[in-house]
């Protein structure tokens, strides 16, 4: 039987395996289904979109109800509701957090205070997923990584669509399944539309513009769209796999 829990650490890595390496990674606040509790590492699937791995058990508590997200790109914890007071931690943007009370520019949570400019009601959700991966500008990227202190190219487009209360699952090949039938070979690019290729996936900015995370780059980053794409081929990549318009961009 499965066991609710929510992760505990600002950020945790989900394993392959225990000690393995990283597919993808949980943030505060995310709730999962314990599978297995092997002592000292359990067996875990993500709530949000199904992805399974092995974190720490540690990394984990009883599950609770969150009501706030961090909205800002980033945003610290502190021990009193005083800028000038300790820093406890560091949240990314998609953290959840349970607010028990104001006081005044900060909001009480069950892991401190954070600064009330930051934080959103789980129910209030922003329109636009490209103006959401726009806050990730200059991340650096990391490979599997799913936060604003490391992202990889499909973690971009998860929490672009995640914050904007779209289901988009975890790897740039089941994002490529998700998203509608691909346009027709020739189809101009748009604003909000997504490009695949084999392993990769990018935003349309605007169509001579893209934004992703891209290790050539190692950081998220507008690029121009058609020397990019000759880049990409030019390094063996090949061409564009899929050009798709997710459904929140049809109008």
Not at 41 to 58: L, N, R, S
Request: charged share 15%.
């Amino acid at each position: 039987m499965n066991t609710p829990a929510h992760v505990i650490m600002p950020i945790v890595d989900l394993l392959r395996a225990p000690d393995g390496p990283r597919d993808r990674q949980l943030l505060l606040g995310d709730r999962v289904q314990i599978r297995q509790d092997m002592g000292g590492w359990c067996h875990v699937q993500a709530d949000k979109d199904g992805y399974a791995g092995y974190v720490p058990t540690a990394s984990l508590g009883p599950a609770r109800q969150a009501t706030h997200w961090i909205s800002a790109p980033s945003t610290h914890v502190y021990s009193a509701p005083d800028l000038k007071s300790p820093d406890q931690m560091a949240l990314s943007f998609g953290s959840r957090v349970s607010v028990l009370s104001r006081a005044g520019d900060f909001a009480q949570t069950t892991n401190g205070f954070v600064p009330c400019v930051h934080i959103t009601p789980l129910a209030t959700r922003p329109g636009d997923p490209l103006d959401v991966a726009a806050l990730f500008l200059g991340t650096p990227y990391l490979w599997g990584g799913n936060s604003r202190f490391g992202i990889d190219c499909s973690g971009l487009v998860q929490a672009a669509y995640l914050a904007c209360g779209h289901p988009c699952p975890g790897d740039a090949s089941q994002q490529e399944n998700a998203f509608g039938p691909p346009l027709p070979p020739g189809t101009a690019p748009r604003r909000g539309d997504l490009l695949f290729w084999k392993g990769h996936v990018a935003m349309v900015s605007d169509p001579d513009t893209l934004l992703h995370a891209t290790a050539f780059h190692m950081a998220v980053c507008h690029e121009p769209l058609r020397p990019t794409l000759e880049r990409i081929r030019a390094h063996g990549d090949g061409k564009v796999t899929s050009h798709l318009r997710p459904q929140s961009n049809l109008a």
